[in-house]
Structure formats: C-alpha cells, structure tokens
C-alpha cells in the first residue's frame, strides 16, 4: 500500500486486490461488462484513485466496494483485503448466495443425482433389468 500512489491502472489494482488471478483475466472482465466505475462501464486503462466506487460480478457473485488503497503490487489475501472496503448489503447478499448454494449441494447429494453409476452400480442396474 502505497502512500505515493495517486492513481492506478484498474486492471492492474483489481488484480493487486486478488479480485483475478492474472491481469488479462481483470482487463478481459472490464471489457466484458463485469466492472463498471462510479456506476458507469470502464476500460481496463481508466486510472482510479482512492474513495472511487467499484462494481465487481463474478462467478454468479457481486462486491459492491469503495477504494480504500492503491497498491500496484500483488500481496498476500490479507493485505489485498485492506485495499477496500465491501459494502454491508453486498456482503450479506454474498454470504445468502454462499448459503444457498451449499444448501443445494447438499440436496443433490442426498439424492445421489450427482454422478453416473460406476461398474458395480450398472451391473445391478442390468441385473434388475434382467429380472423383469
């Protein structure tokens, strides 16, 4: 983080923030549409400075956040978390989704709906279908 920094490429800060893995994949969301700067679409060049409003959609996911820091180095998961600040809606939106989906992971399991039989599963399938 730091001080002497006052403004950074988006691309390369959403990349330093741990939001994706290489700098292409954060340029490659920007100009999909997943990024959009003080509400409105942004190219992965745009310099962004501190107190600016992102919008990140990811993986079925949204972050509502605000910039808190600029760092052009890529750091560990805590560091990169210090680098903004989630909105307390977004969070609770993300944390319901979480939920969710681990409720339906959980329900596909108990229904065994999550796989094709293997070898001893097909051979009583035949067999039963043998016997009638």
């Given at each position: ?6 403004s950074?490429?988006?691309d390369?800060w959403l990349?330093?923030a741990?939001?994706?893995?290489t700098?292409?994949d ?8 997943k990024?959009h ?19 990140i ?7 509502e956040i ?24 977004s969070?609770?939106?993300r944390?319901l989704q ?9 329900f596909?399991a108990?229904n ?7 070898k001893?599963?097909?051979r ?7 016997g009638q």
């Amino acid at each position: 983080m730091s001080p002497e920094l006052e403004s950074l490429r988006l691309d390369k800060w959403l990349w330093a923030a741990r939001f994706f893995k290489t700098r292409a994949d954060a340029a490659e969301a920007i100009n999909g549409g997943k990024v959009h700067v003080n509400k409105q679409r942004a190219k992965p060049g745009k310099d962004i400075k501190v107190g600016a409003q992102l919008s990140i959609s990811k993986d079925r996911y949204r972050w509502e956040i605000t910039v808190t820091a600029l760092s052009g180095q890529r750091r560990a998961a805590k560091d990169a978390a210090l680098l903004y600040e989630e909105s307390p809606e977004s969070h609770a939106q993300r944390q319901l989704q979480i939920i969710q989906q681990r409720e339906q992971r959980e329900f596909l399991a108990i229904n065994g709906i999550d796989h094709k039989p293997n070898k001893k599963e097909r051979r009583l399938i035949h067999r039963f279908k043998d016997g009638q």
